[in-house]
């Protein structure tokens, strides 16, 4: 396929898929359930923490977790005591354990208290097409407080070289807005032609096979590499195509 024949087979796949039938099957439906800002903010965020292994054991555990705050999301955050956090210490996914979950609230609270909240601390950074750095700076900000080592592991560091595909995705949620319903579109305040693609072993696959993505490991530079080829598409809204290339993946094996 050729540059104009690639865009028009991507674009039909984001129509195809970039729809209220995707909800039910992906993390995105927890946010959804949500009307405060705040709520879904969170719940987007702790969603989006676990997003890695089986995809209906990611949504039956991110509604575990709504329920172990009371399906109130930012009040447990902003007014939990230590007995709710030993509350949640027999959560599991996979390796996300619920000491790492008390620790996520304690650093959410951080953010909400001390920096204006996720919104704020995601636009502070931000650069010209590039959320990388924000990401960055969040996790900095995120641990600043007292916590486990072990806990940092559960955000990714694009300074690091990682892809950091569950925050990248999580933005996504958050920033894009369009009329289809799926992204929630809640922050104002970054611009959608800042995004990155949620690269995972999907995404990556795919978009190797129709040759937008040359490097084969999925790290940072790969992510450059398909941010570059995605923007060459769409310069204001380059993550749409993430529906496309997730799709092909996972729906389609292709």
Known sequence: MNQKELKE??????????????????????????TLKEDIEIAGFL??????????????????MMELMGNTPYDFVM??????????????????????????????QHIYKNHNGLEAVFAKNQENNSLQKSISEFKKIFFEIDHLARTQKHISDPMNNSAAKRINMYLRWMVRQDAKGVDLGIWKSISPAALS????????????????????????KALAELDKKLREMDALDPVKYDFALFGLGVFEGF
Request: charge should be neutral; include cysteine; hydrophobic fraction near 35%.
């Open 9 to 34: 087979f991507l674009d039909e796949k984001v129509i195809q898929y970039n729809n209220q039938d995707f909800i039910e099957s992906d993390p995105v439906q927890i946010p959804h359930l949500f």
């Open 79 to 108: 007014s939990h005591s230590e007995e709710n956090l030993a509350d949640l210490e027999n959560f599991v996914h996979r390796t996300f354990n619920g000491k790492d979950f008390g620790g996520f609230i304690k650093g959410l």
């Open 47 to 64: 969603s989006a923490s676990i997003a890695w292994g089986n995809r209906k054991m990611i949504i039956k555990n991110a509604h575990k």
């Open 197 to 220: 693609c949620p690269l995972d072993v999907h995404s990556g696959n795919v978009a190797r096979k129709l040759d937008i993505l040359k490097r084969k490991q999925n790290d940072a």
